[in-house]
């Protein structure tokens, strides 16, 4: 919804910052003779975090800016330098706003200040200083940064006041709001001149809360019809409700007739915006009906407060203040609901997919699967056998033989495309029933091979 400079749901696409690559990078000094490896790791990346700030009103801003990237970590350098780390992006977002992804909901921010993360940086690539060991003291390989994540989120706002204002369209809200506050919304004497809600800040009696001016709710709005449907929503977080009703009515209903509307519609649209405290009040008290209006829904509304003003000339305004006062002091601040932690269910996803489309091209696809492709810098070989070992060992290999993979098939996993020899290992036997992957040795040939061995030294 999109009204002037006032936007409450945006579409935003945001990327984490990658991690900086590793260094391959080896001593060589004089008079040293053993140099060994010196490549330092590589910086994570920029982490990409929500932050609310009370200033702010809408989401406009996003909706013109709405592709968001962090910082990139740098790389590492020689002498175990590690790369500098990628500067977070923050998101200023107005207080109130809701952050989902994929129908659920991640966050609700409401407190000035309140922090979210979205998406976290990948972390850096390890230098080959990092693949140092016994067996291998001068590692030729280093890793590329990981990935940082992306994801799609969709912001909803949802104005946080302590009073709002509803009513029928013309029923005086805006000329109320501009009475009480600075605010200096739309004015005119005709129905809907109030195309998105106004905010202001009333200070009476040494206190000071936040007022928002709803547009107008008809008949139906909680069912689609009119502006009403995409503005109730920003009454259900405010604390009361102060219904203004015209003494002359709206549409061919009477004044009584118009607030039993009003009640129908918070109703069906959220039971608990019916229930929240509210007061009723005529305007126009300058008019010759407002008295007559005035009576009448005394009677029949008994449960809410019921009052006499006239926001033009400023009449009666101040008793009005003083009751939202009153019931502001006795109503609590809400937070929001977060879910109870009774059952948690956690979904453990699998290592990799694997799929067939109709070119006959094999698909691997699986979060960790493509992190080590990227990771991988394939112009090191002993990086892309580390590689074919990883997937050796997270049996990758023994799944695309189950699946029926042949020699000469295309494998595409994480945006690369490789050719199926018959196995990840150069050294795996030709036999047809091993099908490309070196068979564990058992128990009993492990003892034989030992015993050998003895023996040899022996003689």
């Given at each position: 919804m999109q009204s002037g400079s006032f936007l409450d749901r945006v579409k935003i696409y945001i990327t984490a910052g990658k991690g900086g690559d590793g260094c391959l990078s080896f001593r060589r000094e004089k008079f040293i003779e053993f140099g060994g490896p010196n490549g330092g790791c590589g910086g994570k990346g920029g982490d990409v975090i929500l932050r609310t700030e009370p200033n702010l009103t809408t989401l406009l801003e996003l909706a013109y800016n709405p592709h968001i990237e962090a910082q990139n970590g740098e790389k590492g350098g020689t002498y175990n330098k590690t790369g500098r780390a990628g500067e977070d992006k923050i998101v200023l977002v107005p207080c109130g706003t809701i952050v989902k992804s994929s129908g659920h909901v991640l966050a609700d921010l409401t407190e000035p200040g309140q922090e979210f993360t979205v998406a976290k940086g990948g972390m850096g690539g390890r230098g080959n200083q990092s693949f140092k060991t016994r067996s291998n003291t001068a590692p030729h390989l280093a890793e590329n940064g990981q990935p940082g994540e992306e994801i799609t989120l969709i912001l909803e706002l949802k104005v946080l006041a302590d009073l709002g204002?509803?009513?029928?369209?013309?029923?005086?809200?805006?000329?109320?709001?501009?009475?009480?506050?600075?605010?200096?919304?739309?004015?005119?004497?005709?129905?809907?001149?109030?195309?998105?809600?106004?905010?202001?800040?009333?200070?009476?009696?040494?206190?000071?809360?936040?007022?928002?001016?709803?547009?107008?709710?008809?008949?139906?709005?909680?069912?689609?019809?009119?502006?009403?449907?995409?503005?109730?929503?920003?009454?259900?977080?405010?604390?009361?409700?102060?219904?203004?009703?015209?003494?002359?009515?709206?549409?061919?209903?009477?004044?009584?007739?118009?607030?039993?509307?009003?009640?129908?519609?918070?109703?069906?649209?959220?039971?608990?915006?019916?229930?929240?405290?509210?007061?009723?009040?005529?305007?126009?008290?300058?008019?010759?009906?407002?008295?007559?209006?005035?009576?009448?829904?005394?009677?029949?509304?008994?449960?809410?407060?019921?009052?006499?003003?006239?926001?033009?000339?400023?009449?009666?305004?101040?008793?009005?203040?003083?009751?939202?006062?009153?019931?502001?002091?006795?109503?609590?601040?809400?937070?929001?609901?977060?879910?109870?932690?009774?059952?948690?269910?956690?979904?453990?996803?699998?290592?990799?997919?694997?799929?067939?489309?109709?070119?006959?091209?094999?698909?691997?696809?699986?979060?960790?699967?493509?992190?080590?492709?990227?990771?991988?810098?394939?112009?090191?070989?002993?990086?892309?056998?580390?590689?074919?070992?990883?997937?050796?060992?997270?049996?990758?290999?023994?799944?695309?033989?189950?699946?029926?993979?042949?020699?000469?098939?295309?494998?595409?996993?994480?945006?690369?495309?490789?050719?199926?020899?018959?196995n990840f290992d150069d050294e795996a036997p030709n036999a047809p029933e091993h099908a490309g992957y070196k068979r564990r040795e058992t128990k009993q040939e492990r003892l034989a091979k030992r015993k050998a061995r003895r023996e040899a030294k022996l003689k």
């Open positions: 204002l509803v009513g029928f369209p013309n029923a005086g809200k805006s000329t109320f709001l501009s009475r009480i506050s600075a605010a200096r919304p739309r004015i005119a004497d005709y129905p809907f001149t109030t195309l998105n809600p106004n905010l202001g800040i009333t200070l009476h009696k040494g206190l000071s809360f936040a007022t928002a001016d709803i547009p107008g709710i008809i008949e139906g709005a909680s069912e689609g019809k009119g502006l009403g449907y995409q503005f109730l929503k920003h009454i259900e977080r405010t604390r009361v409700l102060l219904h203004l009703v015209d003494p002359d009515g709206f549409d061919g209903m009477s004044a009584e007739q118009s607030v039993k509307v009003i009640e129908k519609e918070l109703k069906a649209f959220d039971k608990k915006l019916f229930e929240k405290p509210r007061i009723i009040v005529i305007n126009k008290m300058d008019l010759p009906s407002a008295q007559k209006a005035y009576e009448t829904i005394k009677k029949k509304f008994k449960k809410h407060p019921v009052m006499l003003m006239s926001a033009a000339t400023g009449e009666g305004v101040n008793q009005v203040l003083d009751e939202v006062v009153k019931i502001l002091a006795a109503t609590p601040v809400e937070r929001p609901v977060t879910e109870e932690k009774t059952a948690v269910t956690h979904k453990v996803e699998p290592m990799f997919t694997i799929s067939r489309t109709e070119d006959g091209a094999v698909h691997i696809t699986g979060k960790k699967v493509e992190e080590f492709i990227a990771m991988t810098n394939f112009s090191q070989p002993e990086a892309v056998a580390r590689l074919r070992g990883i997937f050796k060992k997270i049996g990758l290999e023994k799944a695309l033989l189950k699946y029926g993979v042949q020699d000469g098939d295309a494998l595409v996993v994480g945006g690369r495309e490789f050719e199926w020899n018959g």
